[in-house]
């Protein structure tokens, strides 16, 4: 019986690796902020990851660098978007093209729409409005459609959202956050099976299998 579990285990193990190799997606799209704005992928919330797009003319959508997602592992998209003074915005749509990644809202698509806010999280950074990376603060709060003014649409992505706290409202030159820098994350997540998750899956399979031809035999004695 140890014997069998442990083959299950080993096969399990190669079909998590078949199934990470032919699952991958790649990351797209278009995005811009007023007024600038630094994108990076990484697998954590808490720390950036790798520059995939950045920006400083916010009447210009700047295309993502088409990003490979590899298959068993959560990806999150961390935005810090500056704002020069004024009221600040940031504004995209994200696709990703493949297999085995969905955006949180269980498409493939993800945009600043109304209908997608909750997916989006947001948060205050510091003072500053000079077009340099900042240190990373993990967004935790909201967003919320900011309609501070009629910016209209940047051609290429939709509706603009900004963090909801109270830190970041972007009230204009009197108001909070006129020049500040702000983050965004959205999370990208696999829809693969971790390893430990077919080892565990399969393994389990194999101890009910036993445990039903043990009972079967015992029945026949």
């Known amino acids: ?30 995005m811009t902020a007023d007024n600038a704005f630094f994108a990076y992928l990484g697998t954590s919330p808490s720390s950036l990851g790798t520059l995939v797009d950045s920006g400083n003319d916010w009447p210009t959508a700047f295309a993502v ?57 947001g948060g205050y950074n510091n003072g500053n409005s000079n077009v340099t990376p900042q240190t990373w603060v993990q967004p935790t709060g909201g967003v919320l459609q900011d309609v501070s003014y009629g910016w209209g649409n940047v051609v290429g992505t939709p509706n603009w959202i900004w963090p909801s706290d109270s830190s970041s409202s972007p009230g204009g030159p009197s108001g909070v956050c006129g020049y500040c820098t702000v ?32 009972r079967r035999h015992t029945a026949l004695a």
């Open 65 to 121: 660098t088409p990003t490979t997602l590899t298959g068993g592992n959560h990806y999150y998209l961390n935005i810090e978007a500056i704002n020069y003074g004024g009221p600040g915005g940031f504004s995209a749509v994200l696709n990703l093209t493949g297999t085995g990644f969905e955006f949180a809202n269980g498409s493939e698509t993800l945009t600043t729409d109304p209908s997608n806010l909750a997916y989006w999280s």
């Open 1 to 30: 019986m140890i014997r069998k579990i442990l083959l299950a285990g080993a096969a399990a193990l190669g079909l998590s690796a078949l199934a990470g190799a032919a699952s991958a997606a790649l990351l797209t799209g278009s």
């Open 183 to 214: 983050d965004l994350s959205v999370e990208i997540i696999s829809t693969v099976p971790e390893p430990a998750g077919w080892a565990m899956m399969l393994v389990g399979f194999g101890v009910l299998g036993a445990a039903l031809r043990s």
